[in-house]
């Protein structure tokens, strides 16, 4: 699932949906997959103010991947750079829509909290693995740099 902030709507991938089930360590049904992936989109949407701000940036990011190849993109530290950049503020953003989800559950309690956890986690998983990946490759590439140097 998704939000376009720009349209203000929620979208779907069915397959997807499907996939991300299947990939879960124990099984999650359908029906409480889409409640809780639903309460983290609509708290994208609560932040929608904030990922509006963000547009200039997004633009600079998406503009910098439409100009480079992706080799080029994860050889040069300073693209990089950039690709960690909108990671962090990605992690941000997903932190916010967990938290708003986390609010609306408990107002209105849809989800159970513990699959909403399970949920929580899987989804912030792959923002911090993919921070992480990068992350590592910027600091190898930074020291593969400094040896050069010296």
């Not at 990671?87 to 408990?106: D, G, Y």
């Not at 159970?112 to 910027?138: C, H, P, R, S």
């Amino acid at each position: 699932m998704s939000y376009n902030f720009i349209l203000d709507y929620i979208g779907y991938d069915g397959k997807r949906i499907d996939e991300a089930i299947k990939e879960m360590q124990a099984p999650i049904s359908l029906k409480w997959y889409i409640q809780a992936f639903t309460l983290h989109e609509l708290g994208h949407a609560i932040d929608r103010k904030a990922l509006l701000d963000s547009l200039t940036q997004t633009f600079e990011y998406y503009e910098m991947k439409k100009n480079h190849p992706i080799y080029e993109q994860y050889s040069d530290p300073d693209l990089l750079a950039m690709l960690i950049e909108e990671h962090k503020m990605n992690i941000v953003f997903e932190e916010t829509a967990w938290a708003n989800a986390e609010k609306l559950n408990r107002d209105f309690g849809i989800v159970d909290w513990v699959i909403f956890e399970k949920l929580k986690n899987q989804g912030m998983a792959t923002y911090l693995n993919l921070y992480t990946k990068d992350l590592q490759l910027y600091n190898k590439l930074l020291a593969e740099q400094t040896e050069q140097i010296a």
